[in-house]
T-cell receptor
Framework: QQPVQSPQAVILREGEDAVINCSSS?????VHWYRQKHGEAPVFLMI?????EQKGHEKISASFNEKKQQSSLYLTASQLSYSGTYFC???????????FGPGTSLSVIP | NAGVTQTPKFQVLKTGQSMTLQCAQD?????MSWYRQDPGMGLRLIHY???????DQGEVPNGYNVSRSTTEDFPLRLLSAAPSQTSVYFC?????????????FGSGTRLTVV
């Protein structure tokens, strides 16, 4: 079952912060986060395993709440290069397929 | 390393034709998957594989076949192309297990069925 992402789209000015949420109705083993720029392939940002860990990647970090089956991606002090569509992908077990959400379009303007 | 290589990059097919999209990776990754992405849409899983000789269906498998005879290659076959299969197709691979192993995607194949 496809995870739900919110918001669908967000527009930020440089330097502003954003949060993108991903939730599932099923128990999850892991949550992946990817960014895709227009006309390009998705690029892996980070993966979080059940256990409620939080990970960081430059000014982009994420958390995973195992009890709520929710993950959030935090983008701080946004830069123009952060523009793109962000996808979360979920796995139910460690040997399972990764199902992606519909994506969140993020636009950073000067 | 070349990473994940997809061929062709562009293809136009007539309705009813068949073809194979090629995907090869040189990273010795166990997991490989095929996704399709329609305009303004997310990534929908077609088929996936957790190792040579093992494949399984994803969300939208109808009209597609796969096989995984080697770790490196994971071709996707369109049996009888239909206009609804017009899409961008991405192949992706990753290592098994661990908290740092996300998918590496190929550059995609843009397929148009007329």
């Amino acid at each position: 079952q496809q995870p739900v992402q919110s918001p669908q789209a967000v527009i930020l000015r440089e330097g502003e912060d954003a949060v993108i949420n991903c939730s599932s109705s099923k128990a999850l083993y892991s949550v992946h986060w990817y960014r895709q720029k227009h006309g390009e392939a998705p690029v892996f940002l980070m993966i979080l395993l059940k256990g409620g860990e939080q990970k960081g990647h430059e000014k982009i970090s994420a958390s995973f709440n195992e009890k709520k089956q929710q993950s959030s991606l935090y983008l701080t002090a946004s830069q123009l290069s952060y523009s793109g569509t962000y996808f979360c992908g979920t796995e139910k077990t460690s040997y399972d397929k990764v199902i992606f959400g519909p994506g969140t379009s993020l636009s950073v303007i000067p | 390393n070349a990473g994940v290589t997809q061929t062709p990059k562009f293809q136009v097919l007539k309705t009813g034709q068949s073809m194979t999209l090629q995907c090869a990776q040189d990273m010795n990754h166990e997991y490989m998957s095929w996704y399709r992405q329609d305009p303004g849409m997310g990534l929908r899983l077609i088929h996936y594989s957790v190792g040579a000789g093992i494949t399984d269906q994803g969300e939208v498998p109808n009209g597609y076949n796969v096989s995984r005879s080697t770790t490196e290659d994971f071709p996707l076959r369109l049996l009888s192309a239909a206009p609804s299969q017009t899409s961008v197709y991405f192949c992706a691979s990753r290592r098994r297990g661990g908290s740092n192993y996300g998918y590496t995607f190929g550059s995609g194949t843009r397929l148009t069925v007329v």
